[in-house]
């Protein structure tokens, strides 16, 4: 193996994020065997704590951890603008976005630059935890209230993402489709694992208050 691709802090599906020691751990563990690590990181910006999570990459002393990340999740997903910290292999990598894409748009670049010497950035971003914090602990007491205490619900505190664990003999994919009758998007564990099991997964927080989920119910 020469390259394993991961998410270190809200990971999608399940919204968590590795500790300090783990991530270390996991960086040893890849440059023992000489394994670059592709630390996607897009989710870094929607932490609910004071101090956001470090990456990975902050533990890579041999150049073995490639750090991207993109402005979609976080400010303007129409942009499609994303960076890597690719050290050694950046200019492998210049060559590779150059004969995928050719360009990306420079007037979509500069006005991001343009955007980011200001201060609005910063703030647009606590505004944005602060409303995704709020969404998502309104959507957990929802979920805790409206569904059966068999119902495992794995809390964390970033991102957009929660992870429902059913009571066997459940099946997710069954529950998807009866859920997208009511206009409601889940994404049952068969879509992430090559594993047979089918009682878990994840759902995306809605826009608005606990009322929208029980709306939906």
């Not at 500790?19 to 023992?32: F, I, S, Y």
């Not at 394994?35 to 929607?46: A, P, Q």
């Not at 990459?57 to 990340?69: E, P, Q």
């Not at 200019?91 to 006005?111: D, E, F, G, V, Y």
Request: net charge positive; aromatic share 8%; proline share 6%.
């Amino acid at each position: 193996m020469k390259a394993c691709w991961l998410m270190t802090n809200s990971q999608n599906p399940l919204g968590f994020t590795l500790t300090p020691q783990k991530k270390a751990q996991l960086v040893a563990l890849l440059n023992q065997y000489n394994v670059t690590l592709i630390e996607d990181d897009v989710y870094s910006e929607l932490y609910f704590g004071r101090e956001k999570p470090l990456p990975a990459k902050a533990w890579d002393r041999h150049d073995g951890v490639l750090h991207c990340s993109s402005f979609s999740k976080c400010l303007v997903p129409g942009f499609r603008i994303g960076w890597v910290a690719a050290g050694k292999h950046a200019r492998k990598i210049q060559r590779l976005q150059l004969m995928s894409t050719l360009s990306t748009s420079s007037p979509m670049q500069l006005a991001l630059v343009d955007y980011l010497s200001t201060r609005r950035y910063d703030a647009h971003l606590r505004r944005l935890r602060r409303q995704l914090a709020e969404r998502k602990q309104r959507a957990w007491q929802a979920l805790l209230r409206y569904l059966p205490a068999e119902v495992k619900i794995h809390h964390n505190d970033s991102g957009y993402f929660l992870w429902l664990e059913l009571p066997e003999p459940l099946d997710a994919g069954e529950l998807s489709l009866a859920a997208l009758t009511h206009h409601i998007s889940i994404a049952p564990v068969k879509c992430f694992l090559p594993v047979k099991t089918g009682h878990v997964f994840s759902v995306l927080i809605p826009r608005g208050s606990g009322e929208s989920v029980k709306n939906r119910r």
